[in-house]
């Protein structure tokens, strides 16, 4: 039996993520890479696991979660990954996005 689901009760979860599955995969790469997750990292992690998608795309995607509220950015700042020789932009999830994350590996296990 699945375990139990939870959604904080000041958390609203959206009715769609967008982009589809492809943004639930961006949610999951972000979940996984943490503190070092930044667009060519992501895309590079999507293309190893067999889901190849062309950088604009994943850069398109995530400014449509961060719209969505589901994603927060900033430029890194410091001796950090770099992207053409400028600071990263650095994604994190946000609590509606955690959720979401939450409610899938709950029903995973």
Request: charged share 25%.
């Amino acid at each position: 039996m699945p375990a139990a689901f939870s959604v904080q009760a000041d958390v609203k979860l959206p009715e769609k993520v967008p982009g589809g599955a492809f943004g639930m995969f961006l949610l999951a790469a972000i979940n996984r890479l943490e503190e070092d997750a930044y667009g060519a990292k992501i895309a590079k992690l999507l293309d190893e696991h067999g889901r190849k998608a062309p950088t604009p795309r994943v850069y398109q995607n995530l400014a449509q979660l961060e719209e969505a509220g589901l994603l927060t950015s900033q430029t890194h700042t410091g001796d950090g990954p770099r992207v053409r020789g400028k600071p990263a932009r650095i994604y994190s999830l946000t609590d509606p996005a955690k959720s979401i994350i939450q409610f899938f590996l709950a029903d995973a296990g």
